[in-house]
């Protein structure tokens, strides 16, 4: 099956940096999502983008299908970005998603 | 964007005992959810697919009688936890889509602890 890598497994920044989490996987998708797990485990959705760049407020996501892997930027990084984020892909009619193993991001203060 | 609901958040059950959790899309149809099992600091993993109206399709290396699913309608899907022990002690967290595109949206998973 399809292999979904991320890094840098963790992260420590200093509040105000910006940082780029990279997401590589092993085959051609038709899904790609961005989560950000919250201290309580709730995934919130950050991108949809099985291709092309997308924005949100200080979040944006590129994805190269054709090279076969996805970047999450963090901009002025804040200590509430802090948490797990995960990369998703599925390739497949199925939906099934296959997740990486994470990023932890920690922003201190 | 879509909502997702689990229930319960948290249980606590003891050795031999089936648990039920809901998961319920609150502002859409699935007629596919999905079920996932995720482990202290560890990634999520896919369990089964669960399809309205159909049998479940399980992952290699999930046992079907232990982790019963059912799919009643368009809105709800249970998993239960059959005789639970305590290494089935994990977070559970399910997630469904719209018919339109191929973005999935997750529930506030279920903290199940076996004692």
Same mark, same amino acid.
């Given at each position: 099956? *399809?292999? @979904?890598?991320?890094? =840098?497994? /963790?992260? *420590?920044?200093?509040?105000? +940096?910006?940082?780029?989490?990279?997401?590589?996987?092993?085959? !051609?998708?038709?899904?790609?999502? %961005?989560?950000?797990?919250?201290?309580?485990?709730? $995934?919130?959705? $950050?991108?949809?983008?099985?291709?092309?760049? &997308?924005?949100?407020?200080? $979040?944006?996501?590129?994805?190269? +299908?054709?090279?076969?892997?996805?970047?999450?930027?963090?901009?002025?990084?804040?200590?509430?970005? !802090?948490?797990?984020?995960?990369?998703?892909?599925?390739?497949?009619?199925?939906?099934?998603? *296959?997740?990486?193993?994470?990023?932890?991001?920690? @922003?201190? =203060? | 964007?879509?909502?997702?609901?689990?229930?319960?958040? %948290?249980?606590?059950?003891?050795?031999?005992?089936?648990?039920?959790?809901?998961?319920?899309?609150?502002?859409?149809?699935?007629? #596919?959810?999905? %079920?996932?099992?995720?482990? =202290? &600091?560890?990634?999520?993993?896919?369990?089964?697919?669960?399809?309205?109206?159909? &049998? +479940?399709?399980?992952?290699?290396?999930?046992? &079907?009688?232990?982790?019963? *699913?059912?799919?009643?309608? $368009?809105?709800?899907?249970?998993?239960?936890?059959?005789?639970?022990? =305590?290494? /089935?002690?994990?977070?559970?967290?399910?997630? +469904?889509? /719209?018919?339109?595109?191929?973005?999935?949206?997750?529930?506030?998973?279920?903290?199940?602890? @076996? #004692?």
């Amino acid at each position: 099956g *399809i292999q @979904v890598e991320q890094s =840098p497994p /963790d992260l *420590i920044l200093q509040e105000g +940096a910006n940082s780029t989490l990279r997401c590589n996987f092993s085959d !051609s998708v038709n899904n790609l999502q %961005w989560f950000h797990q919250n201290p309580w485990g709730q $995934l919130i959705n $950050l991108f949809y983008i099985p291709s092309g760049t &997308k924005q949100n407020g200080r $979040l944006s996501a590129t994805t190269v +299908a054709t090279e076969r892997y996805s970047l999450l930027y963090i901009s002025s990084s804040q200590t509430t970005d !802090s948490g797990v984020y995960f990369c998703a892909v599925a390739s497949s009619n199925t939906g099934k998603l *296959i997740f990486g193993q994470g990023t932890t991001l920690q @922003v201190k =203060p | 964007g879509a909502v997702v609901s689990q229930h319960p958040s %948290w249980v606590i059950c003891k050795s031999g005992t089936s648990v039920k959790i809901e998961c319920r899309s609150l502002d859409f149809q699935a007629t #596919t959810m999905f %079920w996932y099992r995720q482990f =202290p &600091k560890k990634s999520l993993m896919l369990m089964a697919t669960s399809n309205e109206g159909s &049998k +479940a399709t399980y992952e290699q290396g999930v046992e &079907k009688d232990k982790f019963l *699913i059912n799919h009643a309608s $368009l809105t709800l899907s249970t998993l239960t936890v059959t005789s639970a022990h =305590p290494e /089935d002690s994990s977070f559970y967290i399910c997630s +469904a889509g /719209d018919t339109f595109s191929y973005e999935q949206y997750f529930g506030p998973g279920t903290r199940l602890t @076996v #004692t």
